[in-house]
């Protein structure tokens, strides 16, 4: 059996560039299915209206999944990752109205151009460097249209607090998994 330990992996660059682009990653989070996306993107879609072919922006958008619900709804979709590795999964499902990017958000990433920016699976706040996450608000902002919206799935850090298990182990396919928050 072969043991992973996330700290091993983040050694002279930063642990999110290895991490997220890495086959570990892909197979820890393997179980998140379709139907889960669907449901997600179905109760978000009611709660916000948005207009039939609304131009949405993904930031962190990993292999897709709710970026590919949102095109199916008849939005006009974007999706960006820094891990290539998603992107290139991501990138088999393309249309004219569903696109896909290797991008750091901590980059521009557009200018007045999205009704929508989504930010799903607490995939914002890993940056030591509080300046970073600014830059990366400060993106999402900047490519929403006047009355535009930025929608985070965000950790509840009280509920997280008392609710969080320190460390785990866990096994996937032979591989055993360290976790430690």
Known sequence: ???????????????????????YYHK??????EKEAADFIDELITA??????AAMLDVGCGN???????????????????AMSSIRQAKQYETSSLQFFQHDMRKPFGNNHFEYVFSFFTSFGYFKDETENQKVIRNMSNALKLGGRVVFDYINAKYAAEHLVPSEEKEIDGIIYSITR
């Open 28 to 33: 820890l989070y393997a179980h998140r299915s």
């Open 64 to 82: 897709g999944r709710h970026c590919r619900q949102l095109a199916a709804k008849g939005f006009n979709v974007t999706g960006i990752d820094l």
């Open 48 to 53: 916000l209206q948005p207009d039939q072919h």
């Open 1 to 23: 059996m072969k043991q992973v330990n996330e700290n091993i992996l983040v050694q002279s660059i930063p642990w999110f560039k290895s991490w997220f682009d890495s086959a």
